[in-house]
């Protein structure tokens, strides 16, 4: 079946520009995350949607980020008045359920440059 | 501050031989860890986990081996393929929460 996509697979853009990542997890998943990773960093926690609950917005750097996911499926992460060390990857994986026991799978993820 | 460290950015092995990956914690509140591989490109997929409720989980050419006192996990891989060659993440889930927290990284390369 269809894993989790992302699109676009790059965004260049310019600083203080705003810019908009999707996500489609895969059907069925309930669960949806967003990491990113800075160049040479391991992989960092933004933020997390279980179905109907709120999200936990608790790993967002600032209050530039955005996030929002549509009828519990896609999502979209946006950035405002991006700047260059938001320059990343932007990774987003889904799980089946919120069970700590349950498997994320990552999409391929969206790299950002903000020039 | 970092909770989740892999100290060595890059292994290097021998195709046959053993590839060991290390991983140290700081959070003493992470109960459920797992290995993730990624290739270039791709995002990253999971391995294997184990439950701090074990010491040992095996599956395969793959064992992660878990010393809670020593907040330590190691990544064990036998015989080592090329194949094998990817950025190697360790990952550990609290219990309050489902979020992942990563370490940096290792990057492996199996020689033939």
């Known amino acids: 079946g269809a894993g989790v996509s992302q699109s676009p697979s790059n965004k260049v853009t310019e600083k203080g520009k705003d810019v908009e990542l999707r996500c489609d997890p895969i059907s069925g998943h309930t669960a949806l995350y967003w990491y990113r990773q800075s160049l040479g960093q391991g992989l960092e926690f933004l933020i997390y949607f279980q179905g109907n609950s709120a999200p936990d917005k608790s790993g967002l750097p600032s209050d530039r980020f955005s996030a929002e996911r549509t009828g519990g499926s896609v999502s979209t992460l946006t950035i405002q008045r991006t700047q260059q060390e938001d320059s990343a990857v932007y990774l987003c994986?889904?799980?089946?359920?919120?069970?700590?026991?349950?498997?994320?799978?990552f999409g391929p993820g969206t790299r950002l440059t903000v020039l | 501050d970092q909770q989740v460290k892999q100290n060595s950015p890059s292994l290097s092995v021998q195709e046959g031989r053993i590839s060991i990956l290390n991983c140290d914690y700081t959070?003493?509140?992470?109960?459920?860890f797992l290995w993730y591989k990624k290739y270039p490109a791709e995002g990253p997929t999971f391995l294997i986990s184990i439950s701090s409720i074990k010491d040992k989980n095996e599956d395969g050419r793959f064992t992660v081996f878990l010393n809670k006192s020593a907040k330590h996990l190691s990544l064990h891989i036998v015989p080592s393929q090329p194949g094998d060659s990817a950025v190697y993440f360790c990952a550990a889930s609290a219990r309050a929460g489902n979020m992942l927290t990563f370490g940096g990284g290792t990057r492996l390369m199996v020689k033939p």
């Open positions: 959070n003493s509140m992470f109960d459920y």
């Open positions: 994986a889904s799980s089946p359920t919120s069970g700590r026991g349950d498997t994320q799978y």
